[in-house]
């Protein structure tokens, strides 16, 4: 919980679990049961599987803001001016990447060029 900097009390209220049952959770008093770990996994944002981890270990920091790499936003209304939404699925590759090679050469060439204005 500290790795959240939640108190247990602060904790229960995002997981909808009873103080007093995540302290004898947190003593080993208590068994994590489904509907718990699907609470408590909510509440922290991480994965169920996260808090079965081994005492000690290290917690995943919280996303945060916008992970696009550089340029996503530029190549993807360049892929949108050229084509429309229909055929976008076909090259999310070249959103995520920048890399051309897989597009067919006059699409390459037509986006280069309106990324270049």
């Known amino acids: 919980m500290r790795a959240r900097a939640l ?16 302290s004898r959770l947190a003593i080993g008093k208590q068994d994590l049961g489904p509907k718990t770990r699907r609470n408590l996994a909510g509440a922290l944002r991480v994965g169920e599987a996260d808090l079965l981890q081994p005492i000690g270990t290290e917690i995943p920091p919280e ?21 429309g939404v229909e055929r976008l699925v076909d090259l ?6 920048g890399d051309y090679s897989g597009l067919p050469p006059a699409l390459a060439q037509r986006v280069r060029q309106i990324l270049s204005l």
């Open 63 to 83: 996303p945060i803001g916008d992970v696009r790499l550089p340029g996503f936003d530029e190549r993807l209304q360049a892929i949108l001016i050229v084509l």
């Open 92 to 97: 999310t590759r070249f959103l995520a990447t």
């Open 7 to 22: 108190t247990q009390a602060e904790l229960g209220r995002l997981a909808d679990i009873d103080t007093a049952h995540l």
